[in-house]
């Protein structure tokens, strides 16, 4: 495995239900991102960790709870999403957020869907 | 003063034909620009980018095309080709430290044979 990898690829959520998105990267990085993306909208940095310390919560609701158990892997836990959290998840790691987010190395995307 | 503004939001252009996509931005401590390509089930994947201290960087078919004074930034794409059809993301930064790069909101560039 290279680069960096997510799952599931797809995944269709009621409102009530708990899931897990997962990340890893196979870079060496030390810093790891999760961003939303909508249609015709910027992408959103949501949360990012350096060193496994999170440094940024960009205001995200609390039914988005990242964890981060080490520089390679990256979990956001969703419970109780609404129908507008539908949007592709991408995760992106970079050697080390102290540098910069010049280096940016996204993952696939998980297309999230909640009914 | 953060955000990146990108037009146009979708474009068509024939095989061989020069695609130009425009991107402009406020903040003047912004100081790396690249431009990000997506592919539709992939992530963004950083395709060019640019600094302020040169006016155009070229890789093979794809120039960036930097005008300081005016805060504009372009794409170009020489003889597109249907394989280059894919989302176009520019974005912008100041480097060095613990800041977030800011996206425009992406063209949608479609290059029909």
């Known amino acids: 495995e290279t680069g960096v990898t997510q799952t599931p690829r797809h995944l269709v959520m009621g409102m009530t239900n708990k899931k897990s998105l997962k990340c890893e990267q196979h870079?060496?990085?030390?810093?790891m991102y999760w961003y939303k993306q909508s249609a015709k909208k910027p992408l959103e940095l949501m949360f990012v960790?350096?060193?496994?310390?999170?440094?940024e919560n960009n205001s995200v609701p609390s039914r988005f709870s990242p964890e981060c158990p080490n520089s390679s892997h990256l979990f956001l836990h969703l419970h109780t999403l609404q129908p507008e959290d539908s949007a592709l998840y991408l995760c992106?790691?970079?050697?080390?957020?102290?540098?910069?987010?010049?280096?940016?190395?996204f993952g696939s995307g998980t297309q999230l869907s909640v009914l | 003063q953060q955000q990146v503004k990108q037009s146009p939001q979708s474009l068509i252009v024939q095989k061989g034909g020069i695609s130009i996509i425009n991107c402009a931005y406020e903040?003047?401590?912004?100081?790396?620009f690249p431009w990000y390509q997506q592919f539709p089930g992939k992530g963004p994947a950083l395709l060019i980018a640019?600094?302020?201290?040169?006016s155009e960087k070229k890789e093979g078919r794809f120039t960036i095309s930097f005008n300081k004074s005016a805060k504009q930034f372009s794409l170009h794409i020489m003889d597109s080709q249907p394989g280059d059809s894919a989302t176009y993301f520019c974005?912008?930064?100041?480097?060095?430290?613990?800041?977030?790069?800011?996206f425009g909101a992406g063209t949608r560039l479609a290059v029909h044979p």
């Open positions: 903040n003047t401590a912004f100081d790396y």
């Open positions: 992106a790691s970079s050697p080390d957020r102290g540098q910069g987010d010049e280096k940016l190395f």
């Open positions: 640019i600094r302020p201290d040169v």
């Open positions: 974005a912008a930064i100041n480097s060095g430290g613990y800041n977030k790069l800011i």
């Open positions: 870079l060496g990085h030390n810093a």
């Open positions: 960790y350096n060193f496994k310390e999170q440094t």
